[in-house]
């Protein structure tokens, strides 16, 4: 789990937000390694709120929370689709039919280490691929072959 600071408002556990980055105001503040230790891109899942609160120049009275990396949906061979498995994966990057948010989700970049949490239904694929979508978690990212 990483810490982060969300405003008062929002700093409750479920919460879910995707990290877009900090601005050039944040560089100048104390607080800065807290907010840009998570990933731009990435969704995130708030797991614990702590009570203590801080003045954020740019969002006002802030909460420290801890936060995961969010369940995601994605696409997946059916013959490794296996829940509770943990496995390293990279996405089947098609981006021409209706399931391409799954095949290619953002989420995604590159290989990562995920844990299968469930597996949904079937997906018809056009190129005869046996898929299933899943919900996964990602473990870790880990760096380019």
């Known amino acids: ?27 100048s503040c104390d607080m800065v390694k807290i ?8 969704s995130y899942e708030v ?11 740019i969002q006002g009275r802030v909460k420290v929370v801890f936060v995961r990396e969010a369940p995601i949906y994605l696409s997946m061979e059916k013959r490794v689709a296996l829940e509770g498995a943990i496995m390293e994966f990279e996405s089947i990057g098609c981006s021409d039919c209706k399931n391409s948010e799954f095949c ?6 590159g290989r990562v280490k995920i844990r299968v949490e469930e597996v949904i239904r079937p ?12 919900k996964v978690t990602v473990l870790e990212r880990l760096p380019e072959r």
């Open 1 to 27: 789990m990483l810490p982060y600071l969300l405003p008062k408002g929002l700093a409750k556990k479920g919460y879910s937000f995707k990290f877009l980055g900090i601005t050039e105001e944040c560089e």
């Open 35 to 42: 907010c840009s230790s998570l990933t731009p891109g990435v």
């Open 47 to 57: 797991s614990e709120v702590r009570e203590v609160e801080h003045n954020c120049p």
């Open 104 to 109: 290619s989700p953002e989420e995604v970049k």
């Open 123 to 134: 997906i018809k694929c056009p190129k005869s691929i046996e898929l299933v979508l899943a």
